[in-house]
């Protein structure tokens, strides 16, 4: 698959061969929609806790004798069954994450890719370096390419100035290659991808 070179000023600055075996697969909704679960289930915090009967400030003392007053067998007051007792089966700090195959994880990833690419959403750039770090001269350049809503990958390291440029835009996100995920492509309309990023992944792949 044949996509051309855009400069950051709009221009066309040459032509690129995507491989297909990464950006030319059939998009399958089931195994990305697992992998954006597995994604948004490992970042849980799973914090959540309830007092149960254990964790209640109270007496464990007998309410009243057992036989003789008319009154149900109880024991401790700090069952659920009262005011101020512990809660039954209330949730408890754990862990939502789960397991999924290091194969479907690389998978969904291609799949994504080639999702963007299906859709026209994919946008490869030489490089992504500026001469400053300001936002509006940043700014200047998405108007002319025509981006609002994107998520800009470039390779081992992002370089500094786009990062404090578009560390303040809503809806950009910029990260290094290793940090190129399924969730965050899905959830920009755009995928900005310099060279150096489209090498390191077809290496990866390879």
Do not use: C
Not at 75 to 83: C, H, T
Not at 150 to 161: K, Q, T, W, Y
């Amino acid at each position: 698959m044949k996509i051309d070179i855009t400069s950051l000023d709009g221009g066309k600055a040459g032509e690129i061969e995507l491989n297909d075996a990464i950006f030319g697969l059939e998009p399958r909704a089931d195994i990305l929609a697992r992998m954006v679960r597995y994604q948004l289930a490992k970042r849980r915090a799973g914090t959540h806790q309830a007092q149960g009967r254990a964790d209640v400030s109270r007496t464990g003392k007998k309410m009243y004798k057992q036989k003789g007053t008319g009154n149900a067998r109880h024991g401790s007051a700090r069952v659920p069954q009262f005011r101020g007792g512990g809660r039954a089966f209330g949730p408890v700090t754990r862990s939502h994450a789960h397991d999924l195959p290091k194969k479907v994880r690389a998978l969904a990833l291609k799949h994504a890719l080639s999702a963007k690419a299906k859709d026209g959403g994919i946008i490869i750039w030489a490089n992504a370096d500026l001469a400053e770090g300001k936002t509006k001269a940043l700014l200047g350049h998405f108007a002319k390419l025509g981006l609002t809503n994107a998520l800009i990958v470039d390779g081992a390291s992002v370089p500094e100035n786009i990062g404090l440029a578009a560390n303040n835009i809503p809806s950009i996100d910029v990260l290094p290659v290793q940090g190129i995920n399924v969730y965050d492509i899905l959830r920009r309309e755009k995928l900005v991808l310099t060279k150096a990023a489209v090498d390191a992944l077809e290496a990866r792949f390879a």
